[in-house]
């Protein structure tokens, strides 16, 4: 099969469907000329025209919202915020505006919104530019997040995301737009809120979002040579999150971990646990459920200190092994 | 005043008698312990939206605020869903998820009050902006208050408006008070309307007492906006009588300051030129009267016997089933 990168299969996604329907159309900082601060949109204004690739001064707190108004009236907005650490500025128009008005007018609209927004770190550029932010917006509800994985995923679920009628925060990892992949030519969606199992293995699940299923992925290989067999499920979509799946696999598994980006607090891990905590898995559990998370820190700017702040493959292999192995029993133990 | 037909003026004159009915009642029934929530009152300002509203077409839109109920019933609203939406009831305009605070109805082209101030501004910059994308005629009335002019995302839509000459009226209700804070307190110049020379477009202000006044230059603003040729900012000065909300104890103003303002009453200014002018008689606004009176009785009989909605539908009107058709 066909291989292209993350971008590449991002870039498909949106051309593709700006091609089918004319009231979709990309808005965003730079998006022209430029091709946007990552170059994704690279070519497009040629095809579609200053009007459909958008460039905006720099207001992220009312082109967000220009989106919403948009959005109401029929159009299908995607918005791009350059670093996924801007979407403060457009905060109101999306908690307050964007995940409401919906209910709040009892159902007189739709909101066929997508706000697209690179994070991640990895790339050296420091603590606001670096942010996971899934776990800002992951109680408001109204709104669904998305972070595809993979360049597969990627296409698929922007295509689904621009085809949904909610608003939509659309997560790309920085460091996964050069990562390559095969893409079919032909045309398909990925549902959201699906979880997937990327790799089978019955000692242990592991939930990993964004660019952790990838580590992830080359933690179980290595695992695999020391006889760990690991299960892999990726939720693809954050919110709303797709349970089950994770619930029968710990059944099979009774072990969790899961692993994220973002720090630790406050963030994903927690509620994937919470909800495999109060369901039937509960009763399956070998050892407590873990959270391997980004460490509550900024993002620093030195690589080894950037490295350390965030979950690597070696840091999946030693808590797979601690969880596996029983050591967690006399960590706690002696921690308490 | 020559192109305004007598039906026209009779049909305003009407909605400005209706609309501080309405608050009237609302306010009454607010007394009577029968609302759950709170309401922002405009009484005293009934020019602003009647005057803005017949000076577009009914196909135009229009953006609301927190202060919303003049500009839901100058645009055609049903005061019955009104007051049903006011009490919470599921026959409201919103089902009774949202209240006072957040009438829309996207069937008139009321895309929606809004809690937050200056949140709607973007809206509606988004909203002309689908409108000139949709090649379609139709503009949009941005209607704001003094306090939203000093929130950040004015000042970039106006920006984005104007960059993209869309088809757009701001339209601020300076009441001269952001809650508690007078406007002399927190805008530097003696007009808002000066920050429209920054952005290169006609900035007007105009008497928010007088709803010809405001008729005259909304059109034309609106006519400017049709052709392509852009926003304009319009400045309505106008005078709340009522506190900002139900917690107001109108400790920042003084009652001769009110009474100054009520002289100037946008109803009673109203009907004495039209009937000095002997185009509408006492004997028909006598009949305007009455049948405002009738149509707040029937909205509050209606509200008072509607269902409130069923807890077992909490979760209704999240999220959109389904997706593009």
Redo the contacts between chains.
Sequence with gaps: MRVITYKEALREAIMEKMRE?KDV?MMGEDIGVYGGAFGLSLGMLEEFGP?HILD??M?E?????????????????IVEIMFSDFLTFGA??II??AAK????????????LVVRAPQGSGAGAASQHSQNTEAWFLNI??I?IVAPSNPYDAKGLLK?S?????PIIFLEHKLLYSMKGEVPEKDYRIPLGKSKVVRSGKNITIVATSIMVKRSLEAAEMLEREGIQVEIIDPRTLKPLDINPIVESVKKTHRLLVVYEGCVTGGIGGEIISQVAESEAFLYLDAPPFRLGGVDVPIPYNLNLERKATPQVEDIVSKVKEIVGGDWYARISRDA | MGEISKECKVEMLYKMILIRAFEKQAEKLFMKNLVHGTMHLSIGEEAVPVGSIFAAEKTDYIVSTHRGHGHMIAKGGDIRKMFAEFLGKETGYCHGRGGSMHIADFSLGNLGANGVVGAGIPIATGAALALKMKKRKDIVLTFFGDGAANEGAFYESLNMAAIWKLPEVFICENNMYAMSSPVSKFVPTQNISDRASAFGIPGITVDGMDVIAIYEVVREAVKRAREGKGPTFIEAKTYRYRGHSKSDKNLYRTKVEIEEWKKKDPIIRFIKKVTESGEIDDEKIEKIRKDVAKDIEEGVKFALNSPEPSTDALLEYVYAEGGEE
């Design positions: 329907d159309f009007e905006t001064p207001s707190a009312s082109f967000v919202g220009v989106g919403v108004g948009a959005a109401i009236m029929g159009m299908r907005p109101d128009q307050n505006q008005l919906r209910f709040m007018t009892g159902g007189q609209l739709k909101m066929p509800p109204g669904k689904s621009i085809e949904d009628n909610n």
